[in-house]
């Protein structure tokens, strides 16, 4: 019995190997797999699963650091406006101090 298993094992084609980075593309690999199939189509194949199952436990975390980016990035925008109102009060108020300065000079 062990030998039989051992010889299909070596007959058959080497298994599709999941990888663990959700993000990669293994469509054209994993539709490759299906259509060479003999077997029945189930709903689900075990190869495809632990790579979903993989893919959906990490999305919570990637859409709570692309939030974060744009909240990062909200923020330094928000900095860099409220940096420029700053700057221009300030030369709004030394063209005024400058123009005192002046207007006491010249009395």
């Known amino acids: 019995m062990r030998e039989a298993t051992a010889k ?4 058959a084609p080497a298994a599709f190997q999941p990888s663990t980075d959700p993000t ?3 469509q054209a690999q994993m539709s ?3 259509s060479t199939s003999t077997e029945p189509r189930r709903g689900t194949e075990p ?3 632990p790579r979903r199952s993989l893919h959906m436990q990490l999305m919570p975390e990637a859409l709570a650091r692309v ?3 744009e909240r990062l990035q909200e923020a330094e925008h928000e900095r860099l406006v409220r940096a420029v109102h700053l700057r221009r ?4 108020m030394t063209l005024k101090a400058r123009k005192a300065l002046a207007a006491v000079v010249m009395q």
Request: charged letters at 30%.
């Open 24 to 26: 990669s593309d293994k």
């Open 8 to 11: 299909s094992d070596l007959a």
């Open 47 to 49: 190869a495809t699963s």
């Open 67 to 69: 939030h974060m980016q």
């Open 32 to 34: 490759q797999l299906t």
């Open 89 to 92: 009060r300030a030369e709004r």
